[in-house]
């Protein structure tokens, strides 16, 4: 008939009913389901089954405030009458925490997959755990599954043989680095100039899980540079030779 024998303290909580306020109504009175439908699914799943665990519904408390709750149920005799026992627990913050969680990672995902710089992460052992496309892009990697395939290592694609173990040396010094600016390999073979901005991420104990890394091609601002250099000397040489006197001077003469 729906009528309350008894409620613990955890129920007045969650409820906000008082065990004198819980026993003088029945069950239906108290209008704790917020979803007809939820409704539905729990008792016909208890009546069919004649036992539910932790089927999540939205709870209606006392002062109309709608919780994220578990519902547990089983049909138990009493004094030769069937009752049903329920148990109901409050996960609306953690439910709260979850979806703050999954919009933070939704947002960083799209972060990551639309930036222009490569980002990834690599393993102690120096294979990619994470890369997004514009990494696989810059090495000439078709998607980033192709660049964290097993058989290719970030060590491996650096052009100078002891670049790599330089720039982790100075990750475990310092913690990170910025700006550290060295040749890799591109998928064709040729070189490319690549930028690097990496730090080390540590467990609790302080040891090394792995690290991330900000990849930024630079092949055509060096290239730029070598030019100008190379324009330079060549004016430098021009006019060091030159049998005419060469000066500079201002507007003004001076």
Same mark, same amino acid.
């Given at each position: 008939?729906?009528?309350?024998?008894d409620?613990?303290?955890?129920?007045?909580?969650i409820?906000?009913?008082? $065990?004198? +306020? !819980?026993?003088? *109504?029945?069950?239906?009175?108290?209008?704790?389901?917020? /979803?007809?439908?939820?409704?539905?699914?729990?008792?016909?799943?208890?009546?069919?089954?004649?036992?539910?665990?932790?089927?999540?519904?939205?709870?209606r408390?006392?002062?109309?405030?709608?919780?994220?709750?578990?519902?547990?149920?089983?049909?138990?005799?009493?004094?030769?009458?069937?009752?049903?026992?329920i148990?109901?627990?409050?996960?609306?913050? $953690?439910? +709260? !925490?979850?979806? *703050?969680?999954?919009?933070?990672?939704?947002?960083?995902? /799209?972060?990551?997959?639309?930036?222009?710089?490569?980002?990834?992460q690599?393993?102690?052992?120096?294979?990619?755990?994470m890369?997004?496309?514009?990494?696989?892009?810059?090495?000439?990697?078709?998607?980033?599954?192709?660049?964290?395939?097993?058989?290719?290592k970030?060590?491996q694609?650096?052009v100078a043989?002891?670049?790599?173990?330089a720039m982790?040396?100075?990750? !475990?010094?310092r913690?990170a680095?910025?700006?550290f600016?060295?040749?890799?390999?591109?998928?064709?073979g040729?070189?490319?100039?690549?930028?690097?901005?990496?730090?080390?991420v540590?467990?609790?104990?302080?040891?090394?899980?792995?690290y991330?890394?900000?990849?930024e091609?630079?092949?055509?601002?060096?290239?730029?540079?070598?030019?100008?250099?190379s324009?330079?000397?060549?004016?430098?040489?021009?006019?060091?030779s030159?049998?005419?006197g060469?000066?500079?001077?201002?507007?003004?003469?001076?």
């Open positions: 008939d729906g009528a309350i024998v409620i613990n303290e955890g129920f007045s909580m409820s906000g009913y008082t $065990r004198e +306020d !819980a026993l003088a *109504r029945n069950a239906n009175e108290l209008n704790l389901w917020a /979803s007809a439908e939820d409704k539905r699914k729990c008792l016909g799943a208890l009546q069919s089954k004649n036992k539910v665990v932790d089927q999540e519904f939205k709870f408390s006392k002062a109309g405030r709608v919780k994220t709750c578990l519902f547990s149920s089983e049909i138990i005799n009493l004094d030769e009458e069937d009752h049903y026992l148990i109901v627990q409050d996960v609306s913050a $953690r439910r +709260d !925490a979850e979806e *703050r969680l999954r919009r933070a990672e939704e947002k960083y995902r /799209s972060i990551v997959e639309n930036a222009q710089e490569g980002i990834c690599i393993s102690r052992e120096g294979y990619f755990l890369a997004n496309q514009a990494l696989a892009n810059i090495l000439g990697y078709a998607s980033p599954d192709e660049l964290m395939d097993r058989e290719v970030a060590s694609l650096f043989p002891g670049a790599n173990n982790l040396q100075l990750i !475990a010094k913690g680095i910025k700006g600016e060295t040749q890799f390999y591109h998928k064709n040729n070189p490319i100039w690549i930028s690097i901005n990496m730090h080390s540590l467990d609790e104990n302080g040891n090394l899980r792995y991330e890394g900000i990849y091609d630079i092949t055509e601002r060096r290239q730029l540079e070598n030019n100008l250099l324009s330079e000397k060549r004016y430098r040489n021009l006019v060091d030159s049998l005419m060469v000066f500079r001077c201002r507007d003004d003469g001076t």
